[in-house]
């Protein structure tokens, strides 16, 4: 799977919120106030993305309408272990380190990763 621009993710990422079949217009209106784009970029962003095979273009009536062909958390998983495998050696500990060194981790978002730790190593019978 092919890695999204980050203009192209911010199209993906309205269509999978839609959770249907969505038209341009209404990509468009989900548009960031600050980051409204024409209809022939937004057109050419789905064109993209179409090509990749991460939207299928259906006719409904007069309007094309973009439906998802890859599921967010496929997409989420495959890009996250890319990050992890470029910027952190493979290491989740680099990883965590990374974001607690730079204070970016709450005392509550330590309690959840513990929780979701704990939840892991349940499932998997450990």
């Known amino acids: 799977m092919k890695r999204l621009p980050d203009s192209e993710l911010e199209i993906m990422m309205i269509i999978w ?6 038209t341009r217009f209404e990509i468009e209106e989900r548009m960031e106030k600050g980051k409204k784009l024409s209809p022939t970029t937004i057109l050419s962003f789905l064109s993209r993305l179409q090509e990749k095979g991460f939207v299928e273009v259906r006719k409904s009536g007069k309007n094309n309408v973009y439906l998802a062909l890859v599921e967010r958390e496929d997409y989420r998983k495959v890009e996250s272990r890319n990050v992890l495998k470029r910027l952190y050696q493979n290491s989740a500990r680099n990883f965590l380190a990374a974001l607690y060194d730079g204070e970016s981790l709450s005392g509550e978002d330590l309690r959840e990763l ?5 939840e892991k190593r349940r499932e998997q019978g450990k």
């Open 17 to 22: 919120d839609y959770n249907k079949p969505v």
């Open 114 to 118: 513990e929780e979701y730790i704990s």
